[in-house]
């Protein structure tokens, strides 16, 4: 019996590692063949310019009110004093991390301003804005009321008012730029350039190597990434911003840290340089910054912002048109970028996640909570003469689906608490060979436990059938005979025995069925179950 259990489970496992691998797409990266070389490790900006230090004007700030079409939004101009007229502005558009005017962007605002150059940052517009919606479109045409306003500051020669875009923003500000050709520059930091869904598949994918988790991991990327999200989400994930920069004819400066995972570093600067190309625009200038990660930060998203790169901005603003398509074009670290950010494969079964999302809820909701009906209604209808309505299972059945269930939501939960670890220890970029590699095993046995109550039910009801079927030969050999009650060649096992009793207990009985197919079958689609690590 032991050893039956144990080759059932085995068939089982290998079952839903078939359909792991069958239902839904792998990750495959392809290496970067192509590399950007920096002509330079000297970052500094190049061209016809009288350069201006960084904190050689004192600076003085203020917050406006900038009417947006529907709501207001307060906005921080910074002003250099003492720095004369008709100088240089520029306005800040928010990544996916920040929002707040008073607080975002000082340190770069400040530089620029304490070098001759005036800002504004604006608070971003939350009112059209969320994890579900976004629309970098409206989103243009809201941060170009600030532009407007930042042209009739006193000070300001409206004509050199230009964009600066960081991470999330680096999508809006190339639609500002050629819905507005007025629009003096544009400033693209930690520009992801591709889709937003390939960013995600792409930042991922370098969180989870640097984590070392399994290899088998990696298949959740293009299953996770690759969905349609409950309920609409995620709206925005296909937006692509390249016909934008197509049509893009003002001077450029792209940036980016060599540390920056999160971003195509290489890509992301090849296809702008190619892009822009094509409306005839030479005047890109591509700077990397040594040890500078997402936003140009030093040390971590908390460090400090790369002097450096406060200084070679303001020279490249405050120098314009003299430095726009400088020598050299290309400067800085040299960066290495291992994989292509590309295009998400979507999932041939899983594709929908509203489908996903709720079947996985109905499942678990009917695991739990389908025994607990059952005991309260039969506790409540002891003394009922409806009480054979209830039923229940039958005995030998009763304890492996019960047992199957419980399996099954404990091999999720684990799997989900699992997914939470990673993505915690992935974005503070640190290592846990505990965690990673003990986890996942972790979740692995516990999947694998769980499909030992399932085998001994599926051996218990096939027992069932080959008794049936003992029962029929019986038979045919003596028509016109009454066959013995319950006559069974299969020891232990009547012939007659159904799996439950009553309307309440085949009610049950389908409920832990429907939820441990769709538990088991759901973890295996994300791994769980899969062949070798």
Same mark, same amino acid.
């Given at each position: ?9 085995? +068939?089982? #496992? ?66 250099? =004093? ?19 005017? !008073?607080?975002?962007? $000082? ?37 170009? &009321? ?46 992801? =350039? ?8 792409? $930042? +991922? ?31 925005? #994930? ?6 934008? %920069? ?7 400066? +792209? ?49 400090? +912002? ?71 209604? #039969?506790?409540?209808?002891? &003394? ?19 047992? !199957?269930?419980?399996? #099954?939501?404990?091999?999720?939960? $684990? ?11 992935? %974005? ?22 769980? %499909? ?26 003596? =028509? ?54």
């Amino acid at each position: 019996m032991t050893f039956r259990t144990a080759a059932t489970t085995a +068939v089982l #496992a290998i079952g839903l590692a078939a359909v792991g691998a069958f239902a839904g797409p792998e990750w495959d990266p392809q290496p970067v063949t192509d590399h950007i070389r920096t002509q330079t490790t000297d970052t500094t900006i190049g061209g016809t310019h009288d350069p201006v230090a960084v904190g050689t004007y004192p600076v003085v700030s203020r917050e406006v009110a900038i009417q947006l079409e529907d709501t207001t939004v307060t906005g921080q101009i910074r002003q250099p =004093v003492g720095a004369g007229d008709d100088l240089p502005g520029v306005v800040f558009v928010h990544g996916a991390g920040t929002g707040d005017s !008073a607080t975002a962007f $000082a340190p770069q605002a400040w530089a620029l301003a304490s070098a001759g150059v005036v800002t504004l940052v604006p608070s971003k517009n939350l009112t059209s804005y969320s994890l579900q919606h976004r629309d970098y479109v409206q989103e243009a045409g809201d941060y170009d &009321r600030s532009v407007q306003l930042l042209r009739t500051e006193p000070g300001v020669d409206p004509t050199r008012v230009g964009v600066y875009g960081e991470s999330e923003g680096t999508w809006i500000a190339p639609v500002m730029a050629t819905q507005d050709p007025a629009i003096a520059f544009t400033a693209l930091v930690s520009a992801p =350039v591709v889709r937003p869904r390939e960013q995600a598949a792409f $930042a +991922v994918d370098n969180y989870l190597r640097n984590t070392g988790v399994p290899q088998g991991v990696f298949r959740a990327i293009p299953r996770a990434v690759g969905m349609d999200l409950p309920d609409g989400g995620l709206d925005y #994930a296909d937006f692509d911003v390249r016909p934008y %920069l197509e049509r893009l004819t003002q001077p450029t400066l +792209v940036v980016y840290g060599d540390a920056d995972v999160s971003m195509p570093i290489e890509q992301g600067a090849q296809d702008i340089l190619a892009d822009t190309a094509k409306a005839g625009n030479q005047e890109v200038t591509v700077r990397y910054y040594d040890g500078a990660d997402h936003g140009l930060h030093l040390g971590g998203g908390a460090g400090a +912002v790369s002097a450096a790169f406060q200084q070679d901005l303001a020279d490249w603003v405050a120098g314009l048109p003299g430095t726009a398509g400088a020598s050299p074009q290309i400067a800085g670290a040299q960066p290495n970028q291992s994989y292509l950010a590309e295009a998400v494969p979507s999932p041939r079964w899983y594709g929908d996640g509203d489908a996903v999302f709720g079947f996985t809820i109905a499942a678990v909701s009917l695991a739990i909570g389908a025994p607990l009906v059952w005991m309260l209604v #039969a506790l409540g209808t002891r &003394r009922w003469r409806f009480r054979s309505h209830v039923g229940g299972l039958a005995r030998d059945l009763r304890v492996p689906m019960l047992l !199957a269930s419980l399996g #099954a939501v404990l091999t999720m939960l $684990a799997l989900v608490v699992y997914l939470v670890a990673i993505a915690k220890i992935a %974005l503070n970029y640190s290592q846990n060979a505990l965690v990673v590699q003990g986890g996942w095993l972790g979740v692995r046995a516990i999947g694998l436990a769980s %499909l030992v109550p399932v085998a001994v039910v599926v051996n218990r009801l096939s027992d069932r059938r080959e008794a049936r079927r003992s029962v029929l030969l019986w038979l045919r050999e003596r =028509v016109g005979r009454d066959a013995p009650s319950g006559h069974s060649a299969v020891p232990g096992v009547r012939a007659g025995q159904p799996v439950a009793r009553g309307i309440g207990g085949w009610a049950l009985a389908a409920a832990l069925a429907f939820a441990v197919v769709t538990l088991l079958l759901t973890t295996a689609y994300w791994g769980v179950f899969q062949l070798g690590i």
